[in-house]
């Protein structure tokens, strides 16, 4: 999801009149929120978890159990600072530690649960596992969630300001319409997963990803792979709850191809995309003695690579009058 989705959720949390539990309670709720993106700052780690976006510190080990604690002992460091150089805070709350660390491990909690909405996915187990898990519940910017936190935190802070009783009210009243429109929207891509399946072509795919629409979540463009072939369609509840509405044709991922399992290797930078990549896909242009291949994904360039989301290698052809390599 994208980094104000994940702050209004942390706000919407610390308003829920968890902000009044420690000082700093707002800062750690929204910074522990977005805490797990550090991870695109370490793409030249050298450890392939770590540099891998959604991988580690996205995960159960990193992201969940390792981080909190170290956002916890820099708010206190900052705060202890700032005491120092003889800092008056208004809020007048004392500081809870126990408290502090609580908010940041509630705040980092929410991150990998939204990240786990939409196709691109995460990496939950790492670094035991490389496995990505994805539940397609939601697109990878939802201005519907972004409608129902922005009101119950434009209402929760009234009610604060004016000291009215529960004030946090619409805020847990927001956080519970989130849950459930993300509940929802789960389930329609549970049905848009099952379509191909129930479709003339009785599809049995190996992998399958269903990406809600923005505005008119109900929809899913679904794409699958199924011995080595893409295809796409449209899936819609409201013309059916089990067939695709339309569905193209298939079109070959060409990864089997000899020349592309040997530019799979050929460069550092495909080797990386690769092991991002869930649906990768290969574009071959032969050009004399060479030939170049071009990478994607499908879940967001298509078979043919319309876009430009994509990664090449230029590798020597074996063909006659060519010279061995």
Same mark, same amino acid.
């Given at each position: ?21 420690t000082r700093k309670g707002l800062a750690a709720c929204i910074l522990a ?9 370490? *793409?030249?780690?050298?450890? #392939?978890? %770590? /540099?891998?976006?959604? !991988? $580690?510190?996205?995960?159960?080990? &990193?992201?969940?159990? @390792? ?62 596992s490389e496995r990505w898990f994805h539940t397609d519940g939601l697109f ?27 004030? *946090?009210?619409?805020?847990? #009243?927001? %956080? /519970?319409?989130?849950? !459930? $429109?993300?509940?929802?929207?789960? &389930?329609?891509?549970? @049905? ?105 994904? #499908? ?27």
């Amino acid at each position: 999801m994208d980094n104000l989705t994940h702050s209004l959720v942390g706000w919407a949390l610390a308003e829920t009149g968890l902000k009044r539990r420690t000082r700093k309670g707002l800062a750690a709720c929204i910074l522990a929120a977005n805490m797990p993106d550090i991870d695109v700052f370490f *793409g030249w780690a050298p450890w #392939a978890p %770590l /540099a891998m976006h959604r !991988g $580690f510190t996205h995960g159960l080990v &990193g992201g969940v159990l @390792l981080m909190p604690p170290l956002l916890a002992g820099l708010l206190l460091l900052l705060d202890r600072w700032q005491i120092s150089r003889g800092a008056v805070f208004k809020s007048g709350l004392p500081m809870n530690a126990g408290w502090l660390l609580a908010l940041c491990y509630l705040g980092a909690l929410t991150h990998p649960l939204l990240d786990l909405q939409n196709v691109y996915a995460i990496q939950l187990l790492s670094p035991s596992s490389e496995r990505w898990f994805h539940t397609d519940g939601l697109f990878i910017i939802s201005p519907w969630l972004l409608a129902i936190l922005g009101t119950g935190l434009w209402l929760a802070r009234g009610r604060w300001k004016r000291r009215a009783r529960r004030a *946090g009210k619409p805020a847990v #009243a927001a %956080l /519970a319409g989130v849950s !459930g $429109f993300i509940v929802a929207n789960i &389930g329609i891509s549970a @049905l848009a997963w099952q379509a191909p399946g129930n479709s003339p072509s009785h599809a049995k795919p190996d992998r399958i990803f269903a990406s809600p629409e923005p505005l008119l979540f109900w929809r899913r463009d679904v794409i699958w792979r199924e011995r080595g072939a893409i295809t796409q369609g449209r899936y819609d509840p409201l013309h059916g709850l089990t067939a695709l509405v339309e569905a193209g044709q298939p079109v070959a991922d060409n990864m089997t191809d000899p020349l592309v399992r040997r530019a799979s290797a050929a460069d550092p930078e495909v080797v990386k995309f690769l092991a991002w990549s869930q649906m990768p896909v290969a574009r071959i242009e032969p050009h004399g003695c060479r030939t170049t291949v071009t990478f994607g994904d #499908a879940r967001y360039s298509g078979p043919a690579l319309s876009r430009n989301f994509n990664v090449s290698a230029t590798v020597p052809t074996i063909a006659p009058g060519c010279p061995a390599r």
